[in-house]
C-alpha cells in the first residue's frame, strides 16, 4: 500500500507539473503580445533629434589670405543638440556647431548655436542665425501659429529621399540646371565601422548636394545617423571646409 500511495503521488506530481506547463505556454504568447502592445518599439528617426546626441567631425579647411595667399589647417570639430522644442507638428532642435560654422573661416571659429526644425517627418529647414532667437521664442510659444517660422529656402532635406529628387524654393524647382537647389546625387551602399559608435551593417548613404555659381555645398547622408561628410567650396576665392564624420553618440529619448 506504500508503494502504491507513493506511485499515485509522484503521479499526481507529474500532472501538476506539467499542467502548469501546459497553463504557461498558454498564458505566455497573450502575456508577451499584450505587453508588446503597451511598449511599442520605437522607429528609427532619419535625422537623430534627441538632446545630447552629439557627432564628431574631422578633417581640413583652407583659406586665402594675405593677397591670394592659401593655407590649409587640420580641424576636429563637434556637432551637439543641446534641447529640443515641441510646439504641434514642428520639433525645434537647437544645434550647436552645424557644419556650415567653418565654412570662410581658418578653422579656429568656435561653435555657434542653429535651429534645426523638423515638420512632420519629412521636412527638415535649417535657420539661420540671425532668425535663432525669434524662431525659438516662437516655437516656445504654444499660441503661435508659426505662418512666418519657415520660408523655402530654409529647406535642406526632405524625406524620402531617392536619386533625383529635388527640393528647394519654386524659383530653384522651375530651373532646368537643378542649380539653386538641393539635389539628391547618387546613393549606395557604406559601412560605418570606421566611425566610433555608429551602427554596424551596411547602411544607404545619399549624396545630396547645393550648387551655385559662386560656390556649392553637397554632404553624404546615412538615415538614421545624420551627416557623416560634409563639404563646401568656393568656385573663386579659395574657402574649403572637409569633414568626415568620426564618431557618433546618439542620446535615447527619456522614456
Request: aromatic share 12%; hydrophobic share 35%; glycine share 8%.
Amino acid at each position: 500500500m506504500t508503494g502504491m500511495k507513493f506511485c499515485r503521488d509522484r503521479m499526481g506530481e507529474f500532472m501538476s507539473n506539467k499542467s502548469r506547463q501546459f497553463l504557461l505556454l498558454l498564458v505566455l504568447p497573450f502575456a508577451l503580445a499584450r505587453a508588446s502592445q503597451t511598449k511599442p518599439p520605437k522607429a528609427v528617426e532619419a535625422f537623430p533629434m534627441s538632446a545630447g546626441t552629439s557627432w564628431t567631425y574631422r578633417g581640413i579647411v583652407r583659406w586665402t589670405h594675405h593677397i591670394n595667399k592659401v593655407s590649409e589647417t587640420s580641424v576636429e570639430w563637434k556637432m551637439g543638440i543641446r534641447r529640443l522644442i515641441h510646439h504641434g507638428e514642428y520639433t525645434g532642435a537647437v544645434v550647436s556647431g552645424f557644419p556650415g560654422d567653418l565654412d570662410w573661416s581658418d578653422g579656429s571659429v568656435k561653435p555657434v548655436d542653429s535651429l534645426l526644425v523638423r515638420f512632420r517627418q519629412e521636412k527638415f529647414y535649417l535657420i539661420p542665425g540671425e532668425r535663432f532667437a525669434e524662431s525659438v521664442q516662437m516655437l516656445e510659444n504654444p499660441n503661435d501659429p508659426l505662418k512666418d517660422l519657415l520660408n523655402e529656402d530654409d529647406l535642406f532635406l526632405q524625406l524620402p529621399l531617392a536619386q533625383g529628387k529635388k527640393f528647394c524654393g519654386a524659383e530653384g524647382m522651375a530651373r532646368p540646371d537643378s542649380g539653386y537647389c538641393w539635389v539628391v546625387d547618387s546613393s549606395k551602399s557604406v559601412s560605418l565601422d570606421n566611425v566610433i559608435g555608429a551602427p554596424t551593417g551596411p547602411r544607404t548613404s545619399y549624396r545630396i548636394r547645393y550648387v551655385t555659381n559662386p560656390d556649392d555645398v553637397d554632404f553624404d547622408f546615412v538615415p538614421g545617423v545624420g551627416f557623416v561628410r560634409y563639404e563646401y567650396h568656393h568656385h573663386g576665392t579659395v574657402a574649403d571646409t572637409e569633414l568626415r564624420l568620426s564618431e557618433f553618440r546618439f542620446a535615447p529619448s527619456p522614456e
